[in-house]
């Protein structure tokens, strides 16, 4: 037995549009022999081993995508140019797009009709930023964090919206160098409900333990950026896909470990992560007595 404390964060698991997401997908399976995603479903790999097994495959692009088939647009949504590909060549669109993330489409399209300079906060090679811009009609532009400010000719009216899943602190600093460059200031915070709560709870639990684990996929976005938030703390932070890469030397001198996942790792994640900690840390105490 060791004395280790697990502490979870109760906001991890599956998102929302996550969940959506592999909901209409595996219905969309169930419906039809053979059917293209655009791009992997989410940053998982077993996730999406088992749907190629129902006869979902990936592509890149929708002109892979051959004439009278299906396809799925994923939680980070697509360009309008996707839709109008798929209805010109009679593709069968299953339209996962989070609402949330269409939220943020339909306000960077509303600004832009407005005459505003749309800024997007967000990574430049992210599907949802490029999506984004997209629906903006290629009129916002991208900017991954206040700096980049310098190398945009601002005008006087800027209309502002995020990634969904970008931190808050981000936001605020852009919206502070902003302020001071423009006569007018649009904001929408469309960062979603679910990554706020889940960056605010895991903040909280890194702050309360010697070890945080977070879990997730290297490419996975909004995993990255807990894994940041959590280091932030000064806390150390390891960030592992699956429980096999927890390394028995992490827990050394640890009595208190969090965990937190990204909104694309599923539950059962959590739990092989939970029962590998209690194992590492049993073997390390008897290792431990066996030795004194
Ligand atoms: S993180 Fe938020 S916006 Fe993104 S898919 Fe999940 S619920 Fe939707």
Redesign the pocket.
Known sequence: MSDLRIIGVDEAGF????K??LQLAHQATEEHSEVACLGPLIHNSQVVEGLERRGMHVVDDIAEVSRGSAALVR??GAGPDVYEQAQKRGIKLIDAT????RRVQQAAARFVEERYQVLVLGERDHP?ARAIVAHAGGRATIVQDADELKQIDLTDRVAVVCQ??QRMDKLQALVAALMPRVGELRVVNTI????AKRQKASLRVASQVDLMIVIGGYHSA?TNRLAQICRATGTRTKHIEVAEELRAEWLDGVRTVGITTG?STPPEAQEDVRRQLLELAAAGAAEHRGGT
């Open positions: 998102c929302f549009g996550v959506r997401a939680a980070h989070c609402p949330f993330v949802e969904t899943t979603c409900d679910a990554t909004n909104a």
